[in-house]
C-alpha cells in the first residue's frame, strides 16, 4: 500500500497561497527599487541644477534664466515630494505583504511538517511490516528443519 497524505490537496492550496503572496512581496520589493532609483535621479538633478545656480550667480545673467533654473530646482523638489510619498504608501503596502507571506509560509510549512511526521510514521510501519514478514519465513523455515 503506497503512502497517502490524506491532506495533499489543502497543502497544494497552502503552498500555491505561499507562492502567490511571495510573488506579490517581490512585486512590492520590485516597485521600491524602482521608486528608489528614481528618487535618487531626481536628487542629482536637483544637486545638478543647483550647482547651475550657483555658477550662473557668479556671472551676469538675465532674471528669466535664474528664474528658469530656480522653477526647475521647485519642480525636482516636488517630485522628490511626490516619488517619497510613493515610497512611503509602498512600504506600508510591503509590510501587509510580508505579513501575509509570513502567514502563509507559516500555514503551509505546518501542513508540510505533519506530512513529514506521518511520512516517517509510515516508513517506519513499512520498515516494521517487512522485517516482520522476513520474521516469519525465517520462523517457518527454522521450524521445517
Same mark, same amino acid.
Do not use: C, W
Given at each position: 500500500m503506497a503512502f497517502r497524505f490524506p491532506l495533499a490537496s489543502v497543502l497544494r492550496?497552502?503552498?500555491?497561497?505561499? @507562492?502567490r503572496e511571495e510573488l506579490a512581496l517581490?512585486?512590492?520589493?520590485?516597485?521600491? !527599487?524602482?521608486v528608489r532609483k528614481r528618487i535618487d535621479l531626481v536628487t542629482v538633478e536637483i544637486e545638478n @541644477?543647483?550647482?547651475?545656480?550657483n555658477s550662473a550667480l557668479q556671472?551676469?545673467?538675465? !532674471?528669466r534664466q535664474l528664474h528658469a533654473i530656480l522653477s526647475e530646482i521647485d519642480a525636482g523638489v516636488e517630485r522628490k515630494k511626490t516619488l517619497l510619498g510613493t515610497l512611503a504608501t509602498l512600504e506600508q503596502d510591503k509590510e501587509?505583504?510580508?505579513?501575509?507571506?509570513q502567514t502563509a509560509h507559516a500555514d503551509r510549512q505546518m501542513l508540510s511538517d505533519m506530512l513529514t511526521k506521518q511520512r516517517t510514521g509510515y516508513d517506519k510501519d513499512q520498515v516494521r511490516n517487512q522485517q516482520k514478514f522476513l520474521d516469519e519465513i525465517f520462523s517457518s523455515r527454522s521450524s521445517r528443519n
Amino acid at each position: 500500500m503506497a503512502f497517502r497524505f490524506p491532506l495533499a490537496s489543502v497543502l497544494r492550496v497552502r503552498e500555491s497561497i505561499e @507562492k502567490r503572496e511571495e510573488l506579490a512581496l517581490q512585486r512590492v520589493q520590485f516597485e521600491i !527599487a524602482q521608486v528608489r532609483k528614481r528618487i535618487d535621479l531626481v536628487t542629482v538633478e536637483i544637486e545638478n @541644477k543647483h550647482n547651475e545656480r550657483n555658477s550662473a550667480l557668479q556671472k551676469p545673467i538675465h !532674471a528669466r534664466q535664474l528664474h528658469a533654473i530656480l522653477s526647475e530646482i521647485d519642480a525636482g523638489v516636488e517630485r522628490k515630494k511626490t516619488l517619497l510619498g510613493t515610497l512611503a504608501t509602498l512600504e506600508q503596502d510591503k509590510e501587509k505583504r510580508m505579513k501575509a507571506y509570513q502567514t502563509a509560509h507559516a500555514d503551509r510549512q505546518m501542513l508540510s511538517d505533519m506530512l513529514t511526521k506521518q511520512r516517517t510514521g509510515y516508513d517506519k510501519d513499512q520498515v516494521r511490516n517487512q522485517q516482520k514478514f522476513l520474521d516469519e519465513i525465517f520462523s517457518s523455515r527454522s521450524s521445517r528443519n
